[in-house]
């Protein structure tokens, strides 16, 4: 087995690190003026149950959470493992990040992807400035489950499934 100890913390190091530590995969997404607008995030977490909170991480230099901040409603879609594509596609291009991608808007703006495993409607409720980072705290009014769908996994900068129990 091989280490690596580094004393000196540089951004390339620390990503890889952090990469270590495996995440799911949320699409966040709204229509705003009859535009699809969204991104993919692997930094999403529950909050709080009371009131019902989540919050994820945006990179201050993104170009898409100016324009998704601006919603009245954004949707979450928890991504399962066949949505390898898509994460891809979120996470590209912002001119193609829905060309090939099912999705469903509702009332407010919230966009969702099909086939996710949890839909969220959230709307912001606060926003604080975190190192290169800003964290989004939503607060949740709606959701929807779909309990058979299996999750996609972000490791190491690689898209992941899990592997199914053995019996």
Known sequence: MSTRTTVDIDPTGLREAFGHFPTGVVAVCAEIGGERVGMAVSSFVPVSLEPP?????????????????RSSEIGVSVLGERHERAVRSLAGDAAGRFTELRTETHQGGALFIDGASVWLTTVVTDITAAGDHLIVVLRVRAMRVQPTVE????HRSGLRRLAPERS
């Open 53 to 69: 909170l989540v919050a994820f991480c945006v990179q201050n230099t993104s170009t898409t959470w100016p324009s998704l901040q």
């Open 151 to 154: 999750p996609i996994v972000f």
